[in-house]
């Protein structure tokens, strides 16, 4: 079992940045691909960026390509997404979750962080 916890979301101005944490628990994190998805009230969730196994992939939605960047620290077992010129549109509750067979198939999630970004 994996545990998937998320911290460092809160509330910025337009413009602004915050890097999300996930610390994740369990030795098998390393062979994992971890992927960050939002859910903004009324609306569907959906993904945001993923990061392979190894590290060497990184993939994002359109809608932050640019902007965010995923990335993951082994030694500690956490995944990290640095969102960099928020906009009002990024508020949302962040998850952040675990792809164990590498096929786009997330057995894991965290309890979510919520992003505000005021105008």
């Known amino acids: 079992q994996v545990q998937l916890v998320e911290s460092g979301g809160g509330l910025v101005q337009a413009g602004g940045s915050l890097r999300l944490s996930c610390a994740a628990s369990g030795r098998t994190f390393s062979s994992y691909a971890m992927g960050w998805f939002r859910q903004a009230p009324g609306k569907e969730r959906e993904f945001v960026a993923r990061i392979n196994w190894s590290g060497g992939n990184t993939y994002y939605a359109d809608s932050v390509k640019d902007r965010f960047t995923i990335s993951r620290e082994y030694a500690k077992n956490t995944v990290y997404l640095q969102m960099n010129s928020l906009k009002p549109e990024d508020t949302a509750v962040y998850y952040c979750?675990?792809?164990?067979?590498?096929?786009?198939?997330?057995?894991?999630w965290g309890q979510g962080t919520q992003v505000t970004v005021s105008s």
């Open positions: 979750a675990a792809d164990p067979t590498q096929t786009l198939r997330y057995h894991y």
